[in-house]
């Protein structure tokens, strides 16, 4: 199966940023649909953007809408998640996720492959 790495988590105070990436191991990476995820404890997994194959279709979550930007390096085999502006309410295991079929989608059970996570924190 495809494996995902994801990196640059971290702790920052509210109103700051953050840039995390995702790192696929496989060269077919182009070809997938590729989304964010998180889950804070106590709560359940939440789409937060996905982006097309090509890159030319992104969707995010309202809360995240003007804040984050997804984006893919393909040459790369590489997401990333550009965070600014970050809340308190962002705190939250971050998750990379990777759909074989290519149609942007936003739920979590729609997806085939998911990284370990990288732990973001925003505190006030």
């Known amino acids: 199966q495809v494996q995902l790495v994801e990196s640059g988590g971290g702790l920052v105070q509210a109103g700051g940023s953050l840039r995390l990436s995702c790192a696929a191991s496989?060269?077919?990476?182009?070809?997938?649909?590729m989304g964010w995820f998180r889950q804070a404890p106590g709560n359940e997994r939440e789409f937060v953007a996905a982006?097309?194959?090509?890159?030319?279709?992104?969707n995010y979550a309202n809360s995240v809408k003007g804040r984050f930007t997804i984006s893919r390096e393909n040459a790369k085999n590489t997401v990333h998640l550009q965070m600014n502006s970050l809340k308190p309410e962002d705190t939250a295991v971050y998750y990379c996720?990777?759909?074989?079929?290519?149609?942007?989608?936003?739920?979590?059970?729609?997806?085939?492959?998911w990284g370990q996570g990288t732990q973001v924190t925003v505190s006030s």
């Open positions: 996720a990777a759909r074989i079929r290519g149609f942007v989608v936003t739920r979590p059970v729609e997806y085939d492959y």
């Open positions: 982006i097309s194959w090509s890159g030319d279709s992104t």
């Open positions: 496989e060269r077919t990476f182009s070809s997938y649909t």
